[in-house]
């Protein structure tokens, strides 16, 4: 393959989605330049574009497929190995009597768990990976102001985060050919805006009616010997009806937690700052003075942002042969079932599917030179329409399964019925394997099935469920009726 012209994939965005499409386009063999508005994201004093600077986000079977598909050797071992199991949520509460409770609620009833992780740790070393690459380069500090999908043009500033400029200056501007590129800069993509313009974009994004704050639950102390303060195999819950507190376990033995609140309860309790304790005492039981100080309390709420949550749906992803958006940027989705950033990984397996599909990769071992990059864009172009065809309802389903999943956490969780449901859906799965009968949750997080595809075997689940009860209930009334009429009819 020497002196033949590699296709040139730019990647704007360098988190876990961007590092990973990179990834693949890499291994493929294309010169590969990631773009990122941030600075290296492996430096400690890189700011988070959430402005939180620890996240801890659950990797389930479609992000672990993703890079067991990569095929990167000792990858996907070295990101489990630094993941946490978690095999149940674990929902904490007051009793009638005012007696704390813990309550696990397997997530599968074999035994399966999602794995808490760090997200900057996985960031850090899907980019490690990628810089043992010589056909992959860096542009962090660079900020896409345009794009020309004609042309296949871009252009961004380069920034220098240790320099503010006078008032007269303006950063300086580079324009950058390109092949194919790839936009996973997040749910406020800069890729997507300028897509737009090229793209007949149907577009919508809604916030919901709900803030979220991060808190921290530390280790014990050492004088008491350390360790965890709870069970790091759960995700803990204290569900409050109209708003939620949750906690997952982090490496040092800590635990991130996050406050999800109406906007006017966050408007409450920062006008009048004793009331936090107290209204954590009331929904949040056992939180405080238990798991974390009042003081550390009140600084957590009173010093980290209180940030949205957004729900993005669009389509098309792409346009012709020349762009693509991925994860956030292409279906932001509220964190409620843990599936945005999996969601996001497996975009980049599916991706690269129809790529081979449709432009394979040439063999190293082939005669025949490969093609150049022009003669590939009408492969690439029916490769990238086929997926988001394939991709997009698939991706509005999740979208809207998040939403719901706010519900049941939130309040569902402690409901007869839904515990009930819950148990005849595991327990059928256990008994009768044949007939395929799971969880919606379980067919989300421990498949690989199509989003679509879940929600058409649930919908059918509830049919025969309801059909079922209801079959018994007649029975059951059926042989009252004939008792009553033996005993007294006569």
């Not at 929902?91 to 696990?104: F, K, M, S, V």
Request: aromatic share 10%.
């Amino acid at each position: 393959m020497s002196g033949e012209k590699r296709q040139k994939t730019i990647v704007v965005g360098a988190g876990p989605v961007g590092a990973l499409a990179a990834l693949y386009a890499a291994t493929r063999g294309d010169e590969v330049h990631v773009y990122d508005l941030r600075s290296d994201l492996r430096d400690p004093d890189t700011t988070p574009l959430n402005f939180t600077n620890s996240i801890n986000l659950a990797l389930s079977e479609r992000g672990i497929n993703a890079l067991r598909h990569l095929r990167c050797p000792g990858l996907l071992e070295d990101v489990l190995e630094h993941s946490i199991p978690m095999y149940a949520r674990m929902i904490h509460g007051r009793d009638t009597l005012g007696n704390l409770y813990e309550q696990p609620q397997t997530y599968d009833v074999h035994g399966r768990a999602i794995r808490a992780i760090d997200r900057a740790g996985l960031n850090k070393r899907l980019l490690d990976e990628l810089d043992a690459l010589p056909n992959v380069s860096f542009h962090f500090n660079h900020k896409l102001t345009g794009a020309d999908f004609h042309r296949n043009l871009a252009w961004f500033e380069t920034q220098d985060p240790h320099r503010k400029l006078q008032r007269h200056e303006r950063h300086a501007e580079i324009e950058i050919p390109f092949d194919f590129m790839i936009g996973a800069d997040g749910a406020h993509s800069a890729v997507r805006y300028h897509l737009m313009k090229f793209a007949r974009m149907d577009y919508r994004q809604d916030y919901i009616d709900t803030l979220w704050c991060e808190f921290k639950i530390p280790p014990k102390d050492a004088k008491d010997g350390g360790g965890w303060r709870l069970s790091p195999n759960h995700l803990h819950i204290w569900p409050g009806g109209e708003f939620m507190f949750i906690a997952i376990p982090s490496f040092d033995q800590s635990f991130i937690c996050t406050l999800f609140l109406p906007p006017s309860h966050f408007t409450s309790l920062s006008a009048s700052p004793s009331a936090l304790t107290d209204f954590f005492a009331i929904n949040f039981p056992g939180v405080t003075p238990d798991l974390i100080s009042p003081a550390d309390l009140q600084h957590s709420f009173d010093h980290n942002p209180h940030l949205p949550l957004i729900s993005i749906n669009c389509t098309p992803y792409h346009f012709q042969s020349s762009c693509v958006i991925l994860g956030d940027a292409a279906h932001a989705m509220v964190p409620f079932y843990g599936q945005g950033m999996n969601c996001g990984l497996e975009d980049v397996r599916l991706l690269y599917e129809f790529l081979d599909r449709h432009d394979p990769p040439a063999s190293p071992s082939s005669s025949s030179p490969p093609q150049a990059p022009p003669g590939k864009a009408p492969l690439r172009a029916t490769a990238l329409a086929a997926y988001t065809a394939h991709r997009t309802p698939d991706t509005h389903t999740i979208t809207s399964l998040a939403l719901q999943n706010y519900t049941e956490m939130r309040s569902s969780v402690t409901s007869p019925l839904y515990q009930a449901r819950k148990w005849a859906e595991e327990h059928a799965n256990l008994w009768f394997p044949s007939l395929g009968w799971e969880t919606r949750y379980a067919r989300v997080s421990f498949g690989n099935e199509r989003y679509g595809e879940v929600e058409r075997h649930v919908r059918e689940q509830g049919r025969l469920l309801v059909g079922g009860v209801m079959g018994v209930l007649g029975l059951v009334g059926m042989g009252v009726g004939v008792w009553g009429w033996r005993r007294w009819g006569r």
